[in-house]
């Protein structure tokens, strides 16, 4: 069974393996695309700066021309005008990379192109003042003009560069806060994965521990298994082999060298040093089945004898089964037992049995034969005492007739106890003799034997109906006749007899004085009368064969009848109590095991 | 025309049973006519003879020596010529299995020999009337079984 | 091969009577139960004859007045036994008297004078064999069988069964089975 859970959670263990290897590959792609995002956000303000320094730039030689150009006019001093020539290439230059950086942003390509057009027109501006102020004619409204012109282009340029600034700013502003969207979601979930990760891994382990305690456990069971067969091999005298079909090896358990009278593994465990020890006798048998053996691979229950070095011949038993370990690979289990105590019980057994027959026997047929032919005589005696009585009566005094009385009344009471021990020789049990019988018929009959004493004695007998059963007939009439005559034999004196046959059914579990039963269910018969009863200290007394409680000239008992009840009733695996109220009447009870 | 009496005949190894037979069947006076055989063999030669009077009841002891009651009964039975013949088994008590066997084999009556004379004297008149009974009155003399 | 045959005893006897009568030439007229009325005088050496061919076939001739009576008495019996329906709830003894045309008292006198036994005796006898038959040529059950003879109950069917036999009706069935066993085993 907790294998069974150990295979289950393997397979649930591949599962969570699986699902976290997707959550981490998940993971990992979430994670990159993350990184991706942020570096392009980077690149994004990057380039932002850029712009905004090459704007700078650009503005910068504006202004370093225009104060160059303004010095130069103040002092007249040409080297002022060396900044100027310097930034007009720089502003060439800075213009150039303007428009490679912004060449994805049409907008600030046109802006581009308008501020180069502004700018083209300072310096126009430039050049005309600076002309102007070389020929020295700086007073001249013309120059004037130019010049406020040059600072109203100047600061148009200025504008646009501000105005391409702020473009920018915007927007960077813009990208920033569609990837901030993203980026601000994204360490949240990685976090979560992460710990659903965690869990997972964590679940895994708890799992993988339990298998690992499980396992341990079987280990110490297995290893407990171990040391028991172990155990049992030796007190059940049996040993154990392995043959491995595919190499033809053997392998022998420690008892089944003991069973040899070896010591455990004192010799290489092959078929030949094993056959070594069995008897010559039983050699050519045991090589025929070990083939067989071979050839099927199978080894159904053999009987064989081995002797021992020190000469003692046991008898051994042997069965083997195939079995196909995990890998394929064919092993024969095999088991031999030592049953040498065994056969020589059974021997005794045997014996015994035979002698207990045969004392059986000799007691039936002497218990026969002798009342059986102490019939014969007595029965002429009686029949010619009843032609003396006929006949000769007359001619006997009456002492004469009162010692015919005597003689009838004796050799009466002679008859009774042949008949009754004969009855009893007879009450055998026989399988053949069971049949489904309809009991109430029986107990009719037993009644209707009884009809003469019945109505001299004015006795009332009622009985509920009793469910067929398979029985002796004759044997549980006999029974109904034994026990209602005794209810009407040991009846009270001036009390009509009252008898009541009951029928009821009892659990095993119930039953007075039994432990154990094959039966679950008794037929209860009970015979209740109003009689004389009896101490209950002989309930057990009265079933004992020649057991009377009464003296004879009280009450014509031989003592047979209940033994003869008993042993009907054990007849029918049953068994027959007494109950008993002195001067109240007693009951008897019959349970008889339901057969389904 | 048939005679007007019943042929009873009885093997029996006992001296004194066949006094009491004899002497039931005496005093009984009902229209009889009594042989004795003292065992089974005199018996079975007696009746295997072409020319012989064939009883109407045959009463047979069943323990006699060299041959049983049993064993005349089986003869008897095998022979269509006896098949006519009612068989009493006049036996000391036996088993009921006993009894039931010897009906099975063919047997009609079962009379165990009772220990009062005058017993004995009524068991054989009812024998001799329900014998009778089945002669006269066209009854099926397989389904005669009666036991006393 | 085995089989069972049941007779019909009045139709065998009326059949051979009447072809044996006429083979001879006698003038008769069958009466009831049994009874032959001739319608002419027959010659000695017509009956001698008569008689012996008769007695081949196990039929005798009745000539005392009481057996004759007795005769018919017993065939009343059967016959009320057999067909046990029609003559329900009415009583034997009254039946039979009404039958026969003779007080009950003298009918009982006769019959046991010549029979040793009495008419009670006697519709027992035949109800216990009909119920034998019954038992053995059909399927019936002791219950059917104790209700179509009309006992009381089967405990009073196997008591007058025991009674007049000695024997239970379930032992009588018992060694009727095992007879035809063997008989089978036999043949």
């Not at chain 1, 092993?331 to 065994?342: F, N, P, R, S, V």
């Not at chain 3, 049941?6 to 139709?11: C, G, I, L």
């Not at chain 3, 003879?149 to 069935?173: D, M, R």
């Amino acid at each position: 069974m907790k294998f069974k859970s150990i295979y289950n959670s393997e397979r649930i263990l591949k599962i969570i393996f699986g699902l976290s290897l997707f959550v981490v590959l998940v993971m990992g792609g979430m994670s990159y695309q993350l990184i991706k995002k942020l570096s392009k956000s980077f690149e994004d303000v990057q380039h932002t700066y850029q712009i905004h320094i090459e704007l700078e730039k650009l503005l910068s030689a504006l202004k370093d021309a225009e104060s160059g150009k303004r010095a130069f006019i103040i002092s007249q001093d040409s080297t002022f005008l060396e900044p100027l020539l310097s930034s007009q290439s720089e502003l060439e230059s800075s213009l150039e990379r303007l428009k490679l950086l912004t060449k994805n942003n049409p907008a600030q390509q046109k802006n581009i192109a308008e501020l180069k057009i502004k700018i083209d027109k300072n310096l126009e501006i430039f050049e005309k003042t600076l002309g102007l102020a070389l020929a020295n004619k700086t007073d001249s409204p013309e120059f004037i003009s130019s010049f406020k012109e040059g600072r109203q282009t100047m600061n148009s340029v200025r504008f646009k560069i501000m105005d391409m600034t702020t473009h920018e700013s915007e927007e960077l502003g813009i990208r920033k806060a569609k990837s901030s969207k993203t980026l601000s979601n994204a360490p949240m979930l990685i976090y979560y994965a992460l710990i659903f990760s965690l869990l997972i891994l964590l679940l895994t382990y708890l799992q993988i521990s339990k298998n690992l305690r499980i396992l341990k456990e079987k280990n110490e069971l297995l290893e407990t298994f171990k040391e028991s067969t172990t155990q049992s091999e030796i007190i059940s005298k049996h040993g154990n082999w392995i043959w491995y079909i595919e190499d033809n090896t053997f392998e022998y358990s420690d008892n089944l060298y003991r069973l040899l009278g070896e010591e455990p593994q004192s010799f290489p465990a092959t078929l030949e040093n094993f056959m070594g020890f069995v008897h010559p006798d039983d050699l050519d048998k045991l090589t025929e089945q070990v083939n067989k053996m071979m050839e099927n691979e199978d080894l159904p229950f053999i009987h064989y004898r081995i002797i021992q070095k020190n000469g003692s011949i046991k008898h051994f038993k042997a069965y083997g089964k195939v079995l196909i370990d995990s890998d394929g690979h064919k092993k024969l289990l095999g088991t031999t037992a030592d049953i040498t105590d065994e056969i020589e019980n059974y021997r005794l057994i045997e014996e015994r049995n035979l002698e207990l027959e045969r004392n059986n026997k000799e007691l039936a047929s002497f218990n026969y034969v002798a009342s059986h032919d102490l019939q014969e005589p007595l029965r002429k005696i009686q029949t010619f005492i009843s032609r003396l009585e006929d006949k000769e009566k007359a001619n006997l005094s009456d002492n004469g007739k009162l010692y015919i009385t005597r003689i009838k009344s004796s050799s009466a009471r002679m008859r009774s106890l042949i008949d009754d021990l004969l009855q009893f020789s007879r009450t055998n049990k026989s399988e053949e003799a069971f049949e489904d019988s309809n009991i109430n018929i029986l107990l009719e009959t037993a009644k209707h034997d009884l009809a003469e004493i019945i109505s001299d004695k004015r006795a009332r007998i009622s009985s509920d109906s009793i469910p067929s059963m398979k029985v002796i007939p004759f044997q549980i009439k006999q029974l109904f006749l034994n026990l209602i005559s005794n209810s009407l034999k040991y009846s009270r004196e001036n009390v009509a007899p009252v008898i009541t046959i009951s029928y009821s059914q009892t659990q095993a579990s119930d039953l007075p004085k039994i432990k154990f039963s094959k039966h679950d269910l008794y037929h209860t018969i009970s015979i209740k009368d109003n009689g004389i009863g009896f101490d209950q200290e002989y309930a057990e007394k009265i079933f004992i064969l020649f057991n009377r409680l009464h003296n004879k000239n009280e009450y014509s008992g031989t003592g047979i009848g209940l033994s003869i009840c008993k042993k009907i009733v054990e007849n029918h695996n049953g068994y027959i109590t007494a109950e008993g109220k002195l001067d109240q009447g007693s009951v008897f009870t019959i349970y008889l095991p339901i057969t389904t | 025309m048939r005679e007007n009496y019943t042929y009873v005949v009885l093997a029996d190894d006992d001296e004194d049973d066949r006094l009491f037979f004899t002497e039931a069947f005496e005093e009984l006076k009902m229209q009889t006519k009594v042989d004795l055989y003292k065992d089974g063999v005199d018996l079975m030669n007696a009746l295997n003879q072409s020319d012989s009077k064939l009883p109407n009841i045959l009463f047979l002891d069943l323990n006699m020596p060299m041959k049983s009651g049993i064993e005349c009964l089986k003869e008897i039975k095998s022979n269509p010529r006896f098949k006519d013949i009612a068989i009493a088994i006049y036996s000391t008590s036996a088993s009921e299995e006993d009894i039931e066997d010897t009906f099975v084999s063919g047997a009609n009556v079962y009379i165990k020999k009772p220990n009062d004379f005058n017993i004995l004297k009524k068991i054989l008149s009812d024998v001799v009337t329900m014998n009778w009974q089945y002669q006269t009155s066209g009854l099926n003399r397989d389904n005669f079984l009666l036991r006393l | 091969m085995k089989i069972f045959i049941k007779f019909d005893f009045t139709r065998i006897c009326t059949k051979v009577i009447d072809e044996k009568l006429v083979a001879l030439n006698i003038k008769y007229r069958m009466l009831n139960f049994g009874e032959i009325e001739f319608l002419e005088d027959v010659p000695a050496d017509k009956m001698e004859a008569f008689d012996t061919i008769l007695e081949d076939y196990g039929i005798e001739k009745i000539e005392n007045q009481k057996v004759i009576l007795v005769q018919k008495i017993k065939d009343t019996i059967i016959d009320m036994v057999m067909n046990a329906d029609d003559t329900m709830n009415v009583k034997s003894s009254v039946y039979l008297s009404e039958k026969l045309g003779h007080s009950y008292g003298y009918l009982a006198n006769v019959f046991s004078e010549v029979t040793y036994t009495s008419i009670e005796n006697f519709i027992i006898l035949q109800r216990i064999e009909h119920a034998k038959s019954l038992m053995i040529n059909t399927e019936l059950s002791l219950t059917e069988i104790a209700f179509r003879l009309q006992y009381s109950s089967v405990a009073h069917l196997s008591t007058q069964f025991k009674n007049t036999t000695g024997i239970t009706p379930t032992t009588f069935q018992r060694i009727i089975a095992k007879r035809r066993e063997l008989n089978t085993n036999k043949s």
